[in-house]
């Protein structure tokens, strides 16, 4: 089986504008969740969709949003982008009834 | 004060050596993971656990319940273990999303 994908792999934004990120998960996993990892904070949970819906959100404010689509893949967009939302932005599926999760290589988003 | 506390935050050690990663957590958890994450950010799921122990060739990952604690030992260390083990805890009550400890950057010496 083909792993978790993320694109792009890496970004450069300037602030204010917005982003999106693409996760394709492993194929049959219906669970997406999504993680920021930066040096100061750390990997912080950003939100979790299952079947199109989501059912878990993290502490981060409305500029994050995410959605799923019905093969399973999901986006993340960040709208006016801040000098601090620059991160490793990883993606995690995991199947039904699990709690494994298989993740991504990431996305860099360098914010200037 | 994290949730998830681990320690210590950095080790070095010589090839051969057995090593030991603490993680200790503060509310009741449905399942315990521990993470290997090499330089270039790529993150692989080590274990998942709720009790007892599991083994996965040198790596070997215990918890117990009722201290609230987990450890990761590796055994007969290489070079290419080297990189950061970050544990993260799936919360019982609620929202079960995963939060993780800050990591421990292992670096072992040939």
């Known amino acids: 089986k083909a792993g978790v994908t993320q694109t792009p792999r890496y970004l450069i934004k300037t602030r204010g504008q917005q982003v999106t990120l693409s996760c394709s998960p492993i194929s049959g996993h219906r669970s997406v969740s999504w993680y920021q990892q930066t040096p100061g904070q750390g990997l912080q949970f950003l939100f979790e969709?299952?079947?199109?819906?989501?059912?878990n959100k993290g502490n981060f404010p409305g500029r994050f949003s995410g959605r799923q689509f019905s093969n399973s893949r999901s986006e993340m967009n960040v709208s006016t982008l801040e000098l601090g939302d620059s991160a490793l932005y990883l993606c995690?599926?995991?199947?039904?009834?699990?709690?494994?999760?298989?993740f991504g290589p990431g996305t860099r988003l360098t914010v200037t | 004060k994290n949730e998830v506390e681990q320690s210590p935050q950095n080790l070095t050690a010589q090839e051969g050596e057995f090593i030991t990663i603490n993680c200790s957590y503060s509310v009741g958890i449905s399942a315990l993971h521990w993470l290997q994450q090499h330089p270039g950010g790529g993150i692989v799921s080590l274990f998942m656990?709720?009790?007892g122990k599991k083994k996965h060739g040198r790596l070997i990952a215990t918890i117990n319940i009722q201290e609230k604690h987990s450890s990761l030992h590796i055994t007969a260390s290489h070079p290419r273990d080297s990189a950061v083990y970050i544990c993260?805890?799936?919360?019982?009550?609620?929202?079960?999303?995963?939060?993780f400890g800050t990591g421990t950057r292992l670096t072992i010496i040939p």
């Open positions: 656990l709720s009790s």
């Open positions: 993260a805890q799936r919360s019982y009550f609620g929202n079960e999303k995963l939060t």
């Open positions: 995690a599926s995991s199947g039904r009834g699990e709690y494994e999760q298989y």
């Open positions: 969709y299952f079947s199109e819906t989501q059912r």
